[in-house]
């Protein structure tokens, strides 16, 4: 890199007279001289140089103090050396320098389609410096150039340069090549023939024109790696702040950026409250951040960079000439335990941090509500109100002004709510606005075909908007959004494998590590053993690029069930190839079985027997319950659920570890597993639509034994009043198997697939009143 800064940057500051010859790069990233040495500024230029002095000299002492004490990494100390002993009066040189400097540390690592712009920028910036107009315009330009200085710095800094990521290199690349474009297309060729650049000092429209362009090739770049993780918002911050401190009273652009930049890290609660908005039914957990998501997480630190950047990419427009990155939907396709949901989950949490992110929608089979098309409007509308205060008074006056639309069909919902009362408002953000719905094939059809209708002709439509979205490839869905030329799509099992199989090996280096061993296990024997690098290799090839399986190998390993992690791991290594998932989920079954119970025996069937009961009902549950909660919505089928859903630990997920844990599944492809008759050990099979029926009759058993009047114990003298002026009821007999119970009865019912009643099930049904209803359903 040394090498690299005195090849390129050993021009001083001040020296105006010498005029390199200018290359552009080519496809292939060589180097082609289109211009000569020699020419000397023009006498207009000459006259600007003596007006500029007197503007620049007030602020060039601050500027030394803020530039030159700042480390700025290899390549920019050495700027920070120069730029202290500039000749006062001359700030432009002290941002040439700065940015040569940074730009001839970076040209080794840029990618080869990127060189040659690198390279020749370096030679475009000596031209510059012989062109020091005092236009407003090109003190603006001036700033900028340090600010994208320090945007270079901060992606780089503290990293050795062999390990930054293709990606970052890429992005880095791209930075550089825009900034040559736009220096470039400011300059114009003598008539003499000479083929010597200088900067157009009488018109102001062309630097105003690049300061547009640089201003847009800054913003697609911090967009694009905040997205993509590569750079933090503090290090963003920092930089415009601290430029702005410096160059604010003269850059007027700059102050600009600033308030974008701060718009984009905006971190306030922008919440508007309106009883207006109360009238949305929104879906609370369906949000990204909800606690029904708490147990999805983010993708691991350094895995899926490719695909993040790709997707930060998309976003920002980087490569605006790119028809794919003008397309509004991204869709992000595959096969069941791929990692869509990490990926959806990161890239929400992303947009969020720098206020990007318009609404979410995680669908999800396991709940009535997130599996359905009746609050996805009113969800979106209600997440838009919540993250700016002037989307939420417009949507507040649209729910005021047209109460009816409420409950019109989708898209006059969302014309109504959303795209009328906002696009003016979106057309005036500085940044996209990113909305992200995961697990669309989730959403029982035809409500899922209607969502993604209204994606593609009312969402997506939006202006300033990009859609984000997951799905399986169910053939319904693939057949419309591949066939839309507003889509993107992106089949996540096509990446390359040695790609995944590195992501995978970097969670289980981390998880299956010595230090994180000995702290799940201290206390224990186990707590110094650690698996073998080739059994690592070995785990990664048996997840067959699936993040489920090692997600789920590694919950195993690390249980305090069973015989311990380096038997577990020994079993699960001896899984055949291909199989493994399924293989897999058969040790989770196997490991979960007591092993002090004999088979067959009667012990045995009564095992089984309460297995049936807590895994059949927590798969089929509409929402997760906690285990005391859904023993007494159980009894008195239910003997103490606890042990055997602790020991699915791997495959369940307890929200907390007090003494009544709420347990939900960790991924749906184990429901898939269990309820398939073909794949599932027949005693361990669950039967969907047997253990609907179950619970059913436990949610009308527990309504005929906790239901009673005036349950809230209302005094008789307000009985009669509004909900909203009765006193502070008493909610201690609403119980939460009992809000259960309520709200799902029907739904199991439903689902049971039952075409004839039983004795218990007519009398309960008849207590009701819903015997007659559903016989007559039924009939039909």
Not at 63 to 73: H, I, L, M, Q, S
Not at 337 to 353: D, E, F, L, N, P
Not at 441 to 466: F, H, N, R
Not at 702 to 714: D, E, G, H, R, W
Request: with cysteine; proline share 5%; charged share 20%.
């Amino acid at each position: 890199m040394s090498g690299a800064t005195e090849t390129h940057g050993g021009n001083t500051a001040g020296d105006s007279e010498r005029n390199t010859p200018i290359a552009t790069g080519t496809a292939a990233g060589t180097a082609t001289p289109v211009g000569a040495s020699g020419s000397r500024p023009s006498s207009g230029t000459r006259r600007f140089l003596a007006r500029v002095e007197k503007k620049i000299d007030k602020t060039i002492d601050v500027f030394k103090r803020k530039v030159g004490p700042k480390e700025k990494g290899a390549g920019s100390r050495e700027a920070s050396e120069a730029s202290t002993t500039a000749p006062t009066g001359k700030t432009w040189p002290i941002v040439a320098q700065a940015l040569k400097m940074t730009l001839a540390g970076a040209v080794p690592f840029i990618p080869d389609p990127f060189k040659g712009p690198a390279e020749a920028l370096l030679n475009i910036i000596d031209v510059f410096e012989q062109a020091k107009s005092n236009e407003e315009e090109m003190e603006d330009l001036k700033a900028r150039c340090s600010l994208l200085n320090e945007s270079i710095v901060n992606a780089i800094k503290g990293r050795d340069e062999r390990l930054l990521s293709t990606e970052l290199k890429e992005s880095i690349g791209r930075l550089v090549k825009g900034i040559h474009d736009t220096f470039l297309a400011t300059m114009v060729q003598y008539s003499t023939g000479m083929a010597a650049y200088v900067m157009v000092e009488d018109n102001s429209e062309v630097v105003n024109e690049a300061n547009e362009n640089l201003d847009r090739i800054l913003q697609c770049f911090w967009i694009e790696n905040l997205i993509s993780g590569a750079l933090t918002l503090s290090d963003v911050r920092q930089t415009v702040e601290g430029h702005t401190l410096v160059l604010g009273d003269i850059h007027k652009t700059v102050q600009d950026q600033k308030r974008w930049m701060v718009q984009l890290c905006a971190t306030t609660d922008n919440h508007f409250k309106s009883v207006a908005l109360d009238k949305l039914k929104h879906v609370p957990g369906a949000a990204y951040d909800s606690q029904e998501l708490a147990k999805v997480n983010p993708c691991f630190e350094g895995t899926r960079l490719k695909l993040l950047a790709g997707i930060g990419r998309w976003i920002s427009n980087t490569a605006l000439e790119e028809q794919e990155t003008r397309k509004p939907i991204y869709v992000l396709d595959g096969i069941a335990g791929i990692g869509k949901s990490t990926v959806a989950k990161t890239v929400a949490q992303h947009a969020a941090a720098i206020n990007s992110l318009g609404a979410t929608f995680f669908f999800s089979r396991d709940h009535a509500d997130r599996q359905q098309a009746a609050g996805f409007v009113h969800t979106i509308a209600y997440q838009l109100a919540c993250c700016d205060a002037s989307y939420g008074r417009a949507i507040a006056t649209a729910i005021d002004d047209h109460p009816d639309s409420l409950h019109k069909v989708m898209a006059q919902q969302f014309s109504t709510l959303v795209a009328e009362p906002l696009n003016g408002m979106l057309k005036q953000r500085a940044t996209p606005l990113v909305f992200v719905f995961d697990a669309l094939d989730e959403c029982a059809q035809p409500d899922g075909s209607d969502i993604l209708s209204l994606i593609i002709t009312s969402i997506s439509q939006l202006p300033k908007v990009k859609v984000f979205l997951t799905t399986r490839p169910e053939l319904m869905l693939r057949i419309e959004y591949q066939s839309t030329s507003l889509a993107n799509c992106f089949h996540l099992q096509d990446i390359e494998a040695l790609i995944v199989d590195s992501d995978i090996w970097l969670y289980l280096d981390h998880y299956l590590s010595p230090s994180n061993i000995q702290k799940v296990f201290k206390g224990t024997t186990w707590n110094s053993w650690a698996p073998e690098k080739p059994q690592k290799e070995q785990l990664v090839s048996l997840s067959n690029r699936l993040f489920i399986f090692a997600s789920t190998a590694t919950k195993l390993i690390l249980s305090h069930q069973g015989l311990g992690p380096e038997s577990t791991l020994a079993s699960i290594l001896a899984l055949k190839p291909k199989q493994g998932m399924v293989e897999l989920y058969q040790k989770v079954l196997e490991i979960a079985t007591p092993r002090n119970i004999l088979k067959p025996s009667e012990d045995w069937d009564l095992w089984l027997v309460g297995f049936q009961t807590a895994i059949g009902a927590t798969i089929v549950l509409q929402y997760p319950l906690s285990v005391k909660a859904l023993e007494r919505l159980l009894e008195p089928q239910s003997l103490n659920l606890e042990p055997i859903l602790s020991n699915m630990h791997s495959v369940l997920a307890p929200f907390d570890n007090g003494p009544n844990p709420t347990y939900k599944i960790h991924h749906k492809s184990f429901p898939d597993f269990v309820t398939n008759g073909d794949l599932c050990p027949k005693e361990f099979w669950i039967e969907e639509s047997k253990h609907h029926l179950q619970l059913a009759k436990c949610c009308l058993e527990t309504m005929n034994q906790q239901l009673c009047f005036n349950i809230c114990q209302v005094p008789v003298s307000d009985q009669y009043k509004e909900l909203a002026n009765l006193p502070e009821l008493n909610k201690e007999k609403l119980t939460e198997e009992l809000k259960y119970a309520v709200c799902n009865w029907a739904t199991h019912l439903g689902r049971s697939n039952i075409k004839f009643f039983d004795k218990k099930t007519k009398q309960l049904l008849k207590q009701f009143g819903c015997f007659d209803c559903f016989k007559k359903q039924w009939s039909q």
